[in-house]
Antibody, heavy 121, light 107 residues
Framework: EVQLEESGGGLVQPGRSLRLSCTASGFTFGDYAMSWVRQAPGKGLEWVGFIRSKSSGGTTEHAASVKGRFTISRDDPKGIAYLQMNSLKTEDTAVYFC????????????WGQGTLVTVSS | DIQMTQSPSSLSASVGDRVTITCRASQGIISWLAWYQQKPDKAPKSLIY???SLQSGVPSRFSGSGSGRDFTLTISSLQPEDFATYYCQQYYSDPLTFGGGTKVEIK
C-alpha cells in the first residue's frame, strides 16, 4: 500500500525557515517524481514544485511564488522528499501535501495527509 | 501559465442525480488533464488522468471526457460519499495549474 507521511509543519515567524519531510513507503521511491502542493485555509490547491526521479534527471521545478525561497530535494535510499522553505511569508501559511508523481505525465496519483505551516509573528 | 477555469463553482444535487462539472484551459492541453476529489479536512484523491482514464479503485460512475481546451467530469448517479470538492489540473506544461474547484453539496 502506498503511504506518504508529511512532517515538520508548525508555527514559524516571518522571515524564518522550515523544512518539511515526506516519508514514503509501499513503492519504489526512486522510480517516481515527487511533488509538493499547498492549500491555504479555505482556498484551492496550488502547486509548489516537483523533483523528477534520478532516471529522469533528478531536476526540480518550482512555482514562481516560491522560486528562490523554497527548494525540493530527495533522499532515495531513505525514501524521503524534502521541502526546504526559507524567507517565509505570511502568505505561505497553508497545508502542505506531498504527492507521488508519475514522471512521464506529472499525474499526482497518491497524496499524503498534509502538514500545516503557519507563518505568523 | 495555463489558466484552468471550472464551472460551476458550486452545485446542489440529490442522491441519484447525474452531475456534470466542466473545466476549460486557457490554451490547448491535448488530454493532459486530471481530476481530483477532496473531502473536508482530507487530502485530495486522484480520480481520473489523461482526461478519461480512471484511477484504479475509482467507481465506474465517475467518467471524464474532452480534449484540447474543454473537459468534463461526470458522476452518473451521485452517491452520499461523492459530496466533496472536485478540482481539475493540467499537466501539459509547468507550472502545473489547478482549477478553482467545484463544491458538490447536498440538495
Amino acid at each position: 500500500e502506498v503511504q506518504l507521511e508529511e512532517s515538520g509543519g508548525g508555527l514559524v515567524q516571518p522571515g524564518r525557515s522550515l523544512r518539511l519531510s515526506c516519508t514514503a513507503s509501499g513503492f519504489t521511491f526512486g522510480d517516481y517524481a515527487m511533488s509538493w502542493v499547498r492549500q491555504a485555509p479555505g482556498k484551492g490547491l496550488e502547486w509548489v514544485g516537483f523533483i523528477r526521479s534520478k532516471s529522469s534527471g533528478g531536476t526540480t521545478e518550482h512555482a514562481a511564488s516560491v522560486k528562490g525561497r523554497f527548494t525540493i530535494s530527495r533522499d532515495d535510499p531513505k525514501g524521503i522528499a524534502y521541502l526546504q522553505m526559507n524567507s517565509l511569508k505570511t502568505e505561505d501559511t497553508a497545508v502542505y501535501f506531498c504527492t507521488r508523481t508519475v514522471d512521464t505525465a506529472m499525474v499526482l496519483d497518491y497524496w499524503g495527509q498534509g502538514t500545516l505551516v503557519t507563518v505568523s509573528s | 501559465d495555463i489558466q484552468m477555469t471550472q464551472s460551476p463553482s458550486s452545485l446542489s444535487a440529490s442522491v441519484g442525480d447525474r452531475v456534470t462539472i466542466t473545466c476549460r484551459a486557457s490554451q490547448g492541453i491535448i488530454s493532459w488533464l486530471a481530476w481530483y476529489q477532496q473531502k473536508p479536512d482530507k487530502a485530495p484523491k486522484s480520480l481520473i488522468y489523461a482526461a478519461s482514464s480512471l484511477q484504479s479503485g475509482v467507481p465506474s460512475r465517475f467518467s471524464g471526457s474532452g480534449s484540447g481546451r474543454d473537459f468534463t467530469l461526470t458522476i452518473s448517479s451521485l452517491q452520499p460519499e461523492d459530496f466533496a470538492t472536485y478540482y481539475c489540473q493540467q499537466y501539459y506544461s509547468d507550472p502545473l495549474t489547478f482549477g478553482g474547484g467545484t463544491k458538490v453539496e447536498i440538495k
